[in-house]
């Protein structure tokens, strides 16, 4: 028997539709102010309940093969219906149910004879879906005015692929997740080994953005100095569901000695983050959680979200060995003091923890769309449909995902989802634009038609009324306190969507045309997909994304008809504009590089190759010339030119700076012992003894990190070349060559022996940005695991369009015509040095791989850099993530020193 759901409050269930990513829901007038409310479920658990208000009576009758039936009622004279009469005419109606559902199931046990449990199955939910609509439109017809919602198995149901791993060790911390068709989450814990700090422990739940967070500070630290271990029993993880809808996670920790509970979060993880990143300063009181039922073996601790209808609760029980002394704070305002002592301290002591919360609806507006979670082969291909000339290679790599690399592709799995994917965890559990755009054209040659559609649809679902696209949205409790702030608490918890972002408008056009129009899973797809309706706003994704398009048009026309550096795009905010998203990550400018080199001329081909082949209207002949000033006319406002004396004056000033060696100025630096080649420099295209920039020993072009206000270059040497790589067909010679120094040994250029930095400040006349742009800032001297694939998969393509890169080119084609600088041999060779050289550096941060950020720490004992935990030693604190969406665009990449897929890992 399965237990009713419960209706939601009659002002948010009048006229309201309960989604279920399916177009099935039939409205019609509310009546009054309690409304009817029906929500299914199909097999194995089918379960249909009606609710009319808060006390209610049940009733339940039996369905085929073991199902049943389930509702609840109250209060039938508001329905115009006496009160002893309505449940017989609710009866009669369920009869109609039962008897149409036995059909059903006997047509399907029939039809299972040929068709296998797995079609028998798919047509069930089928078949179950359309006889919920069509009674419930006889049922709408028999008693009119009455506000009726439809939902199928998806609303109910969650069917999400099952996950269960960890722990993924990062940054001291031990990451696990686990989903099941109740819950998804991730749970932190401080590595055993990280002694000097207390132990923190993290519930992630993507449902909302919803988490909980508990510092455990060790007791009599001054006469007991040992540290506080603290590990989970991972096998005693397992989904809970309680009543009033609240479900979680519950498990067991083990802690090595005595503790009291330090700071104490309840609520949404952008709570959790800006508490964590801000060093504890940045709090409201608004999120303040109330202690619940307390005893020596328990402890319960509950937080009212600010929606007045979610009730979140974070319960710890003491299993074994331990017990707890709660003493309520006579100001409410204030967090009780709970302590848990052992009765032997020479054991540890086992807790449980239970984490719930019961998040399953919105506002009217703003529809609750359950997350229905992805596995591996789902998400991504499992046979190749390319060409014969890259079969081979794709298979391969679509072979090691499935098998050597799966342990990875689940770790990608679990941020991705059929109505979105999500940037990264613990972090960034919800939407973003950017990443999931950039993850889709990383992963592109292995990704499936049902992941590359679901993050298209995603984007355009978000668009604001003038094209923009949505960098990030807000939801769960932090929607709540964000319409509160903006003196609009009437929204409740209704999202909030960011379009701040100024990159993020440009690449949706390059994803459409890159998989609708080149990767063989989208061919012949996009007519269905763009007549698809939105779930969030109105309109089609065809009419949605013609937005996007005239918002384009209207962005890059000023330059394209006069090519200034005025007429370039400024970010519209001055603290945030691209990725590198604050005003230090840019060195305070306003025209960022990959903006107006990259991703502008590269959405402008995207309209014209969509225009011509008939994917959007044929009106948009302008957009091919618009592009050529673009891709001719932005580059060069960024050029710097260096001598080599200067730059040698630089980089001696900057190593002393810095605290490095001058070791790092000569031959392979910090990468003496990760080359390919046996040592020989030459082969490697190494700079010689002495030599700074530029292959030939003159004067050398690099391009400038952004440029400010006033004109000027941030003469910051950066990563962000490999948008061009990646985005462009008409890549200059110049932007070639820039690249090819880059990839030099940093300081010279980005490459350390534990990956690749995004910034180097190394030549810039402007000294102060020496410390902008250190190891210690989360856009300085720092790798970005996705920035490396970024940059390696854009070395590929261009060596695919000179016909050099059969192995890693894993397109069926290379849209565009050869290079003229193809034919430069001597160019050619020291960009294939080049890969060899970025994909030593590569290899090198394997352990971080499918992290977002690590710093390089230098380590003059032995004259290499160390991977860094740039949470630890930053003094802004900023953690990277564990599990980064855009880092797994590696799972699609191929080593090319060794024709090995990375999915398979690294010899």
Same mark, same amino acid.
């Given at each position: 028997?399965?237990?009713?759901?419960?209706?939601?409050?009659?002002?948010?269930?009048?006229?309201?539709?309960?989604p279920?990513?399916?177009?099935?829901?039939?409205?019609?007038?509310?009546?009054?102010?309690?409304?009817?409310?029906?929500?299914?479920?199909?097999?194995?658990?089918?379960?249909?309940?009606?609710?009319?208000?808060?006390?209610?009576?049940?009733?339940?009758?039996?369905?085929?093969?073991?199902h049943?039936?389930?509702?609840?009622?109250?209060?039938?004279?508001?329905?115009?219906?006496?009160?002893?009469?309505?449940?017989?005419?609710?009866?009669?109606?369920?009869?109609?149910?039962?008897?149409?559902?036995?059909?059903?199931?006997?047509?399907?046990?029939?039809?299972?004879?040929?068709?296998?449990?797995?079609?028998?199955?798919?047509?069930?939910?089928?078949?179950?879906?359309a006889?919920?609509?069509?009674?419930?439109?006889?049922?709408?017809?028999l008693?009119?005015?009455?506000?009726?919602?439809?939902?199928?198995?998806?609303?109910?149901?969650?069917?999400?692929?099952?996950?269960?791993f960890?722990?993924?060790?990062?940054?001291?911390?031990?990451?696990?997740?686990?989903?099941?068709?109740?819950?998804?989450?991730?749970?932190?814990?401080?590595?055993?080994?990280?002694? *000097?700090?207390?132990?923190?422990?993290?519930?992630?739940?993507?449902?909302?953005?919803?988490?909980?967070?508990?510092?455990?500070?060790?007791l009599?630290?001054?006469?007991?100095?040992?540290?506080?271990?603290?590990?989970?029993?991972?096998?005693?993880?397992?989904?809970i569901?309680?009543?009033?809808?609240?479900?979680?996670?519950q498990?067991?920790?083990?802690?090595?000695?005595?503790?009291?509970?330090?700071?104490?979060?309840?609520?949404?993880?952008?709570?959790l983050?800006?508490?964590?990143?801000?060093?504890?300063?940045?709090?409201?009181s608004?999120?303040?959680?109330?202690?619940?039922?307390?005893?020596a073996? !328990?402890?319960?601790?509950?937080?009212?979200?600010?929606?007045?209808?979610?009730?979140?609760?974070?319960?710890?029980?003491?299993?074994?060995?331990?017990?707890?002394?709660?003493?309520?704070?006579?100001?409410?305002?204030?967090?009780?003091?709970?302590?848990?002592?052992?009765?032997?301290?020479?054991?540890?002591?086992?807790?449980?923890?239970?984490?719930?919360?019961?998040?399953?609806?919105?506002?009217?507006?703003?529809?609750?769309?359950?997350?229905?979670?992805?596995?591996?082969?789902?998400l991504?291909?499992?046979?190749?449909?390319?060409?014969?000339?890259?079969?081979?290679?794709?298979?391969?790599?679509?072979?090691?995902?499935?098998?050597?690399? !799966?342990?990875?592709?689940?770790?990608?799995?679990?941020?991705?989802?059929?109505?979105?994917?999500?940037?990264?965890?613990?972090?960034?559990?919800? *939407?973003?634009?950017?990443?999931?755009?950039?993850?889709?054209?990383?992963?592109?040659?292995?990704?499936?038609?049902?992941?590359?559609?679901?993050?298209?649809g995603?984007?355009?679902?978000?668009?604001?009324?003038?094209?923009?696209?949505?960098?990030?949205?807000?939801?769960?409790?932090?929607?709540?306190?964000?319409?509160?702030?903006?003196?609009?608490?009437?929204?409740?918890?209704?999202?909030?969507?960011?379009?701040?972002?100024?990159?993020?408008?440009?690449?949706?056009?390059?994803a459409?045309?890159? *998989?609708?129009?080149?990767?063989?899973?989208?061919?012949?797809?996009?007519?269905?997909?763009?007549?698809?309706?939105?779930?969030?706003?109105?309109?089609?994704?065809?009419?949605?994304?013609?937005?996007?398009?005239?918002?384009?048009?209207n962005?890059?026309?000023?330059?394209?008809?006069?090519?200034?550096?005025?007429?370039?795009?400024?970010?519209?905010?001055?603290?945030?504009?691209?990725?590198?998203?604050?005003?230090?990550?840019?060195?305070?400018?306003?025209?960022p590089?990959?903006?107006?080199?990259?991703?502008?001329?590269?959405?402008?081909?995207?309209?014209?190759?969509?225009?011509?082949?008939?994917?959007?209207?044929?009106?948009?002949?302008?957009?091919?010339?618009?592009?050529?000033?673009?891709?001719?006319?932005?580059?060069?406002?960024?050029?710097?030119?260096?001598?080599?004396?200067?730059?040698?004056?630089?980089?001696?000033?900057?190593?002393?700076?810095?605290?490095?060696?001058?070791?790092?100025?000569?031959?392979?630096?910090?990468?003496?012992?990760?080359?390919?080649?046996?040592?020989?420099?030459?082969?490697?295209?190494?700079?010689?003894?002495?030599?700074?920039?530029?292959m030939?020993?003159?004067?050398?072009?690099?391009?400038?990190?952004?440029?400010?206000?006033?004109?000027?270059?941030?003469?910051?040497?950066?990563?962000d070349?490999?948008?061009v790589?990646?985005?462009?067909?008409? @890549?200059?010679?110049?932007?070639?060559?820039?690249?090819?120094?880059?990839?030099?040994?940093?300081?010279?250029?980005?490459?350390?022996?534990?990956?690749?930095?995004?910034?180097?400040?190394?030549?810039?006349?402007?000294?102060?940005?020496?410390?902008?742009?250190?190891?210690?800032?989360?856009?300085?001297?720092v !790798?970005?695991?996705?920035?490396?694939?970024?940059?390696?998969?854009?070395?590929?393509?261009?060596?695919?369009?000179?016909?050099?890169?059969?192995?890693?080119?894993?397109?069926?084609?290379?849209?565009?015509?050869?290079?003229?600088?193809?034919?430069?041999?001597?160019?050619?060779?020291?960009?294939?040095?080049?890969?060899?050289?970025?994909?030593?550096?590569?290899?090198? !941060?394997?352990?971080?791989?499918?992290t977002?950020?690590?710093?390089?720490?230098?380590?003059?004992?032995?004259?290499?850099?160390?991977l860094?935990?740039?949470?630890?030693?930053?003094?802004e604190?900023?953690?990277?993530?564990?599990i980064?969406?855009?880092?797994?665009?590696?799972?699609?990449?191929?080593?090319?020193?060794?024709?090995?897929? @990375?999915?398979?890992?690294?010899?």
């Amino acid at each position: 028997m399965c237990r009713p759901r419960s209706g939601l409050r009659s002002e948010e269930a009048r006229g309201t539709r309960i989604p279920t990513g399916l177009p099935m829901a039939l409205l019609t007038r509310a009546y009054g102010a309690k409304p009817f409310y029906l929500s299914g479920r199909a097999p194995p658990n089918l379960c249909l309940s009606l609710s009319l208000s808060e006390s209610r009576q049940s009733h339940s009758m039996p369905l085929p093969r073991g199902h049943s039936i389930t509702w609840s009622l109250v209060g039938g004279a508001s329905l115009g219906v006496p009160d002893e009469e309505l449940p017989e005419r609710i009866i009669t109606f369920f009869g109609v149910i039962r008897r149409i559902v036995f059909k059903v199931q006997r047509r399907q046990l029939m039809r299972g004879m040929k068709s296998g449990f797995g079609l028998r199955l798919l047509l069930t939910r089928l078949n179950f879906i359309a006889t919920i609509v069509k009674v419930s439109a006889m049922f709408a017809a028999l008693y009119g005015g009455i506000a009726l919602a439809v939902a199928g198995f998806a609303a109910a149901q969650n069917s999400s692929a099952g996950l269960d791993f960890g722990p993924v060790d990062f940054a001291g911390y031990n990451n696990y997740v686990y989903r099941d068709n109740v819950t998804s989450a991730q749970i932190v814990v401080t590595d055993s080994s990280s002694v *000097y700090k207390p132990s923190r422990f993290i519930t992630a739940f993507p449902n909302g953005n919803t988490g909980a967070l508990v510092y455990f500070v060790p007791l009599n630290t001054t006469s007991n100095p040992s540290p506080l271990g603290t590990s989970l029993n991972f096998s005693s993880v397992q989904s809970i569901s309680g009543a009033d809808n609240q479900t979680g996670l519950q498990g067991e920790v083990s802690v090595s000695g005595d503790l009291e509970f330090g700071v104490t979060l309840i609520g949404s993880v952008r709570t959790l983050r800006d508490y964590v990143e801000s060093g504890g300063k940045t709090f409201h009181s608004v999120f303040n959680y109330t202690l619940g039922n307390y005893s020596a073996s !328990s402890v319960t601790l509950v937080r009212n979200w600010i929606n007045g209808t979610t009730v979140q609760y974070f319960t710890w029980d003491a299993v074994s060995n331990g017990a707890f002394n709660v003493t309520p704070n006579a100001n409410a305002t204030l967090p009780p003091n709970i302590t848990l002592t052992r009765q032997d301290t020479s054991s540890n002591a086992t807790l449980r923890f239970t984490s719930t919360f019961n998040f399953t609806g919105t506002t009217p507006q703003t529809p609750f769309i359950p997350l229905v979670g992805l596995g591996n082969d789902s998400l991504f291909e499992t046979t190749s449909t390319a060409g014969s000339n890259v079969t081979s290679s794709l298979t391969n790599v679509l072979n090691a995902i499935q098998n050597n690399g !799966s342990a990875v592709a689940n770790q990608a799995a679990f941020l991705a989802y059929d109505s979105k994917f999500l940037a990264g965890g613990w972090r960034f559990l919800t *939407y973003f634009g950017r990443d999931t755009l950039l993850a889709l054209r990383l992963l592109l040659p292995v990704i499936s038609p049902t992941s590359a559609e679901a993050i298209l649809g995603a984007v355009l679902e978000r668009l604001n009324t003038t094209g923009a696209v949505c960098h990030e949205e807000t939801i769960g409790d932090y929607a709540s306190f964000v319409n509160m702030q903006n003196n609009q608490s009437y929204l409740g918890n209704e999202p909030s969507y960011s379009y701040v972002m100024l990159d993020t408008d440009f690449l949706l056009l390059p994803a459409m045309a890159d *998989y609708f129009l080149t990767a063989p899973q989208g061919a012949n797809r996009s007519t269905a997909f763009l007549q698809r309706n939105s779930t969030l706003v109105n309109g089609t994704f065809s009419e949605l994304l013609i937005k996007n398009v005239d918002h384009v048009m209207n962005l890059s026309k000023p330059f394209a008809t006069s090519p200034t550096k005025e007429n370039l795009v400024p970010i519209r905010d001055p603290t945030v504009g691209d990725w590198r998203d604050s005003n230090t990550g840019l060195g305070y400018g306003i025209y960022p590089f990959d903006v107006e080199t990259a991703l502008i001329p590269a959405a402008l081909r995207a309209i014209a190759q969509l225009s011509s082949a008939g994917v959007i209207p044929s009106n948009y002949s302008n957009a091919s010339n618009y592009a050529d000033v673009w891709e001719q006319q932005s580059a060069p406002f960024f050029e710097v030119s260096i001598s080599p004396s200067a730059a040698q004056s630089s980089l001696e000033n900057y190593v002393q700076k810095a605290n490095l060696s001058d070791t790092l100025l000569y031959g392979a630096g910090s990468l003496n012992s990760s080359q390919s080649s046996g040592g020989n420099n030459g082969s490697q295209g190494w700079s010689a003894a002495g030599q700074t920039v530029g292959m030939d020993g003159g004067n050398s072009t690099f391009y400038g990190l952004s440029i400010n206000a006033n004109g000027s270059v941030v003469e910051v040497q950066h990563s962000d070349l490999g948008f061009v790589l990646l985005y462009g067909n008409n @890549v200059s010679q110049s932007i070639i060559q820039a690249a090819i120094e880059a990839l030099q040994p940093y300081p010279r250029g980005l490459l350390t022996n534990v990956g690749m930095v995004v910034a180097n400040a190394a030549y810039d006349t402007n000294t102060t940005n020496i410390e902008t742009f250190n190891n210690l800032m989360y856009h300085g001297a720092v !790798s970005w695991s996705w920035q490396q694939g970024l940059m390696a998969s854009g070395i590929s393509k261009q060596l695919g369009l000179c016909g050099l890169s059969n192995v890693t080119q894993l397109q069926t084609s290379v849209a565009g015509p050869q290079p003229s600088w193809c034919s430069n041999t001597n160019l050619t060779s020291a960009l294939q040095q080049a890969q060899i050289r970025l994909w030593d550096s590569i290899v090198g !941060s394997a352990p971080a791989l499918y992290t977002e950020v690590l710093s390089p720490v230098w380590s003059s004992s032995n004259n290499t850099f160390l991977l860094g935990d740039l949470g630890a030693i930053s003094p802004e604190g900023t953690e990277g993530d564990a599990i980064q969406l855009w880092s797994y665009g590696f799972l699609a990449q191929v080593d090319p020193r060794t024709g090995r897929p @990375v999915a398979a890992g690294f010899p």
